[in-house]
């Protein structure tokens, strides 16, 4: 049809408007090919979503900016931080935009692209697909965040499937809506009315906050041919303001047209600046933010029979990087989860960052311990670490007791990957003052359990709790070897000593012979009555006739037997009694009935939050989480108790058990959003949320694969603990300071081989073998080096790029 045109022409101004118009189509395929962001993602990773969760959210994200939307294309007013304002595009601390929406015209008829038919998420970005009913037109809608920018880049590509041109019209819709982060009122964020402006110039809106610095700057790498003011009809004090674009499309033939939105919570300057960097590079942006995510792939690389598990693991490493955020006035840091709790937490951070460490994001780990002591030590400066902490720097909960003690046990693992001993006498003074202030302020009847809530905010359970008992024994444990490290030999002692006794204590005094399990709590007989008339009502309410019949007989028994002073009372099976199994401080007799006892207490993805809020349904109950309209956690399984569970499992030899909780939760991932699993399983709450890849990578990393390193000492020993379905197995590059480790594992009639790889042959490898395990013996039948027998162990020890074995068992 083009060339037909061409040479219909009979004059020479024909013939040159007909020819720039043939340059225009051929100009539009040659773009397909060069500017789309299709084209630079090509063969990259992807998961489509479900049709029945288009009307759910997603996010793009990026360290800087985010947007959060529905998988449909739309931007509903979402989340209960800021209710209705967790949505939209962000840039912390305040948000730059409710959304947009985008609008096809064809002659008088309009399209609202509000009803995508497919949605498809990346590691890096995301997809929208949408047709537009009889005429002929399919629409993909993009967009990524550029790494350390405030802005976001969306891409509209326009097909035209008919034989015949179309001229159409593209409308895009800004909503601004200049406003606080959460707590923005302790910090003088007072939120006013936006006013936009059209700048003729850049062909672009500008709205600013009528009280503020605050400024966002929309537009497209195309020519508009009408702007106006729109109608707002978000709950905010934003405004609506539009673009509006022609397209003629050829038969079969495309249109790209790129949208840029930027902003700056300190100028308009600034915000003017950010929208012609992110447009002036979007393409060479994408590609370095693609490599980017090769790489984080490629650290602590996966290989394994179960596929979901496999892609699981992977996922959840980019789940990791979208959590990351960056606000340079006050640092950079993991958040706890998106929507709505996209700012700083201490305790998230202490069980997520383990994590970060075994899949070799570590950057971010010295980053986020950075920012918590600093903060802390700002709001606190008595060692206590914060719990919760807004992107303004205000500080919503000074930290709960057991945050202190995790911190203390983050520093000392994070010190055995980086090695590094300025790393440790940066933090100790904190840790010193912390432990001070957790045994002299908090433990008031000194019997050394502190009081005070730990990870189960349930109102009334803050007397002395077995989470905050165990993560206290650890970190004592773990505070006698920084101190040792150091070279102070006699707190290394004071402290080792400490450590001790409260395993001995938790586990004589905790222990609950009854309910073969460990104790939700210590404390008094009027505290457990509260708690159990407390209870009695959740689990009526809940429709748990088992539950309440069990508070009960508890109740009475109380009564018929008081108790002048405190004692354990196991009310609420809360997952937290798990956790001397966890920090394997557990005797392992206790352990393997209480490992036992707390298989009662799941469901198809993994282990309740309150174990009383279980029932008998709850074995074959695979659909959606029934959450009421209200925010709420209650009936609740979560992905960090059945991460802990799978650690447990693995501590006390059962890596066939631990793998059945890594299923459990596997099953939840892509549930809702592709390529995420929620906070909640399976599909309420944070649609991505920080302390999964504690609950998969130390489970494969330090347990499956045994990996554990001492980077101080340049040495690295792996003992492995492989699950039994796992016959062929492998992790490669796994990053310890100055070194990468890859381990590749093989079994079948009767032999296994491992072949361990290193990087830095300056280290010392470590390999170790039990005699027996279980009914199987084992025999080392080959290796380069010659292998010691120590306490019932094979040992052997290499300093090679590569060593080889190869293992009977019978």
């Known amino acids: 049809m083009e060339n037909k045109s061409v040479l219909q022409c009979t004059n020479v101004w024909s013939l040159t408007v007909c020819f720039l118009m043939f340059l225009f189509f051929v100009g539009c395929k040659k773009e397909n090919k060069d500017s789309s962001f299709a084209g630079i993602l090509t063969n990259t990773t992807n998961i489509e979503g479900k049709k029945a969760y288009l009307n759910s959210p997603f996010v793009t994200a990026g360290n800087r900016v985010y947007m959060v939307g529905h998988q449909d294309g739309t931007f509903p007013e979402i989340g209960w931080h800021i209710k209705g304002e967790m949505g939209g595009i962000w840039n912390h601390p305040i948000k730059l935009m409710d959304g947009f929406q985008v609008e096809l015209y064809s002659g008088n008829d309009a399209h609202a692209l509000d009803s995508a038919h497919t949605f498809i998420n990346y590691p890096f970005a995301n997809k929208h697909m949408y047709s537009v009913p009889n005429k002929g037109i399919e629409v993909d809608r993009w967009q990524f965040v550029p790494d350390d920018k405030e802005g976001i880049s969306i891409q509209f590509v326009v097909k035209n499937t008919s034989d015949q041109p179309q001229d159409l019209k593209l409308k895009f819709t800004g909503n601004t809506d200049l406003s606080p982060t959460w707590l923005g009122e302790r910090t003088q964020m007072v939120d006013g009315l936006d006013k936009a402006n059209y700048d003729s110039n850049l062909d672009v809106w500008i709205a600013q906050d009528e009280n503020n610095p605050w400024n966002v700057v929309f537009g497209a790498d195309k020519n508009s041919v009408e702007h106006k003011a729109e109608n707002y009809t978000y709950a905010g004090k934003g405004k609506a303001a539009s673009l509006t674009y022609p397209a003629r499309i050829s038969g079969h033939g495309e249109w790209i047209i790129t949208f840029t939105v930027a902003g700056s919570y300190k100028s308009k300057e600034a915000a003017i600046e950010n929208y012609r960097d992110i447009k002036g590079s979007l393409h060479k942006d994408l590609a370095k933010k693609r490599d980017r995510y090769l790489q984080l792939a490629s650290n602590s690389k996966l290989t394994i029979p179960d596929k979901n598990v496999q892609q699981t693991f992977e ?45 070799g994001q570590s950057d971010v780990v010295e980053k986020t311990i950075s920012l918590l002591d600093s903060m802390s030590n700002v709001v606190n400066g008595n060692g206590r670490i914060i719990h919760e902490m807004s992107t303004n720097g205000a500080v919503f909960n000074k930290g709960n007791i057991n945050e202190t003690p995790q911190f203390t046990s983050l520093i000392w693992e994070t010190y055995l990957w980086n090695g590094n001993i300025e790393f440790l006498k940066k933090y100790f003074p904190t840790i010193k003052k912390g432990l001070k202030w957790l045994m002299e302020e908090n433990d008031t009847n000194k019997n050394l359990f502190p009081d005070g ?80 008339d407390d209870a009695i009502v959740r689990a009526d309410t809940l429709n748990k006739p088992w539950a309440v019949q069990e508070l009960k007989k508890t109740r009475e028994s109380i009564l018929k037997y008081p108790s002048k002073t405190p004692r354990p009372f196991v009310l609420h099976h809360n997952w937290v009694v798990n956790t001397p199994m966890e920090m394997k401080i557990a005797d392992e007799q206790k352990a393997n009935e209480a490992l036992q006892t707390a298989e009662k207490y799941v469901n198809p993805f993994g282990v309740f939050v309150t174990g009383i809020d279980r029932d008998e349904s709850a074995g074959s109950d695979e659909g959606s989480f029934k959450g009421s309209k209200v925010f709420t956690y209650t009936g609740a399984v979560m992905t960090l108790p059945t991460g802990v569970q799978a650690i447990a499992e693995n501590n006390y030899g059962r890596p066939d058990k631990a793998l059945n909780y890594l299923k459990r939760m596997s099953r939840s991932f892509s549930y809702a959003l592709p390529g995420s699993m929620y906070e909640v399983s399976p599909d309420y709450g944070m649609i991505a949320q920080a302390w999964n890849i504690y609950g998969f990578a130390i489970p494969i990393v330090q347990q499956f694969f045994g990996i554990q390193p001492y980077a101080a000492q340049k040495k690295i020993t792996i003992e492995l603990q492989m699950p039994e379905a ?10 310890i300071a100055d070194n990468k480790i890859s381990i590749f594992y093989k079994k079948s009639n009767g032999q296994m081989s491992l072949k361990v790889l290193q990087q830095n042959k300056n280290w010392t490898v470590d390999i170790i073998f039990p005699v027996r395990k279980g009914n199987k013996q084992y025999m080392i039948l080959e290796s380069p080096t010659p292998v010691k027998s120590v306490d019932d162990q094979f040992v052997v020890s290499s300093k090679q790029a590569s060593t080889e074995l190869l293992i009977s068992y019978e």
């Not at 996922?315 to 700012?343: C, F, H, M, Q």
């Not at 008992?469 to 400490?498: H, N, P, W």
């Not at 796992?726 to 990053?735: G, H, K, R, T």
């Open 315 to 359: 996922w959840l490493k980019y789940n990791s990087d979208w959590l990351v955020r960056t606000v340079p006035e006050i640092g950079t840091g993991i958040t706890a989860g998106i929507p709505d709790y996209p700012w700083w937490f201490g305790v998230d951070s202490e069980y997520a960052l383990k994590g970060y460490m075994a899949i």
């Open 453 to 532: 809530f730990g990870m189960m905010e349930i109102h009334g359970m803050d007397s002395e709790m077995i989470d905050v008992a165990v993560y206290t024994q650890r970190a004592f444990a773990d505070a006698s070897k920084i101190a040792l490290e150091l070279g102070d030999e006699s707190l290394a002692q004071s402290y080792g000593k400490m450590a001790s006794t409260l395993k001995d204590k938790i586990n004589k005094e905790f222990w609950s012979e009854t309910f073969n399990s460990y104790a939700d709590f210590i404390g008094t007989d009027q505290q457990a009555l509260r708690l159990i």
């Open 726 to 735: 796992w016959e062929e197995a492998s992790l490669e590059d796994v990053i």
